[in-house]
């Protein structure tokens, strides 16, 4: 069974970090590109990040550059995304997703074909 099951949300302080896990089971996770999606409440589906399988290309949200950063572990089929400087704004539901096919990973939910069951994100004083 194709899973993925992501970890590490929780409260944080405004500047404070932390950093998400996206581990894949029934696959194996280099063979796909992988993105990093967030959903507010009352919002649409964002796209944070996303990591391109085999060459490793990466793409970032205006709103997350320079704070976060992606990056893959194929040893233990796992993805990351660690968050800096954080802020209220960054609250949101975090889900990590695997699309196969394409040259590149894209920051368009609708492309990608396995998602988790999400991590929620608070950050707040």
């Known amino acids: 069974q194709l899973q993925l099951v992501e970890s590490g949300g929780g409260l944080v302080q405004p500047g404070g970090s932390l950093r998400l896990s996206c581990t894949a089971s029934?696959?194996?996770?280099?063979?796909?590109?992988i993105g990093w999606f967030r959903q507010a409440p009352g919002k649409g589906r964002e796209g944070v990040s996303c990591?391109?399988?085999?060459?490793?290309?990466?793409n970032y949200a205006d709103s997350v550059k320079g704070r976060f950063t992606i990056s893959r572990d194929n040893a233990k089929n796992t993805v990351y995304l660690q968050m800096n400087s954080l802020e209220p704004v960054d609250t949101a539901n975090y889900y990590c997703?695997?699309?196969?096919?394409?040259?590149?990973?894209?920051?368009?939910?609708?492309?990608?074909?396995?998602w988790g069951q999400g991590t929620q994100v608070t950050v707040s004083s």
């Open positions: 997703a695997a699309m196969l096919g394409g040259p590149m990973c894209v920051m368009e939910g609708y492309e990608y074909n396995y």
């Open positions: 029934g696959f194996i996770l280099d063979f796909y590109h």
């Open positions: 990591i391109s399988s085999s060459v490793g290309g990466t």
